[in-house]
T-cell receptor
């Protein structure tokens, strides 16, 4: 079945860019998502990208998708302390079915 | 649009007791999902509903777990004879069956089984 992997930790300084990486195994994935989770809270949808796109930009967020390498990245420009959280990459094989999540990347932003 | 709500937010119970959680999806969303998240892991899918029909169940959903969505609106997840291994965050999500069918999550119910 589908497997999604992420690096576990990333530490950056306030104002720098953060890049969080994710790899997935099933080339049939139709949509790929980025969610943010703050301590003790549910998941907040940040952005998603359809599998036929290479890039999507939304304010400070840029998503890059390399289908050949099954690699997804999330770039956060001008990272702020409020961006400190766990970021989850998720894929779905068919819209409306179960999301497959990675283990999450903990982003720590220092001032 | 008030978002997905879940109740209770926290539950502490003794091993062997039954617990029930409720999820209210975004009002026009006809798909509803349950996930479980343990410490240091991403959410894992349990089950989902299209309106009142339960369409898919994960192997994680043992026979002690049951979920319902009787009128196609709110849903309940019941765990019978709880075990310490059931301690986790239980997350509910909902989506519309059009377009990207993006899933929006509630705040979760944190269960601790003593």
């Amino acid at each position: 079945g589908e497997d999604v992997e992420q690096s576990l930790f990333l530490s950056v300084r306030e104002g720098d860019s953060s890049v969080i990486n994710c790899t997935y195994t099933d080339s049939s994935s139709t949509y790929l998502y980025w969610y943010k989770q703050e301590p003790g809270a549910g998941l907040q949808l940040l952005t998603y990208i359809f599998s036929n796109m290479d890039m999507k930009q939304d304010q400070r967020l840029t998503v890059l998708l390399n289908k050949k390498d099954k690699h997804l990245s999330l770039r956060i420009a001008d990272t702020q302390t409020g961006d400190s959280a766990i970021y989850f990459c998720a894929s779905v094989l068919q819209a409306g079915t179960a999301l497959i999540f990675g283990k999450g990347t903990t982003l720590s932003v220092s001032s | 649009d008030t978002g997905v709500s879940q109740d209770p937010r926290h539950k502490i119970t003794k091993r062997g007791q039954n617990v029930t959680f409720r999820c209210d999806p975004i009002s026009e969303h006809n798909r509803l999902y349950w996930y479980r998240q343990t410490l240091g892991q991403g959410p894992e899918f349990l089950t989902y509903f299209q309106n009142e029909a339960q369409l898919e169940k994960s192997r994680l959903l043992s026979d002690r777990f049951s979920a319902e969505r009787p009128k196609g609106s709110f849903s309940t997840l019941e765990i019978q004879r709880t075990e310490q291994g059931d301690s986790a965050m239980y997350l509910c999500a909902s989506s519309l069956d059009r377009g990207p069918e993006t899933q929006y999550f509630g705040p979760g119910t944190r269960l601790l089984v003593l």
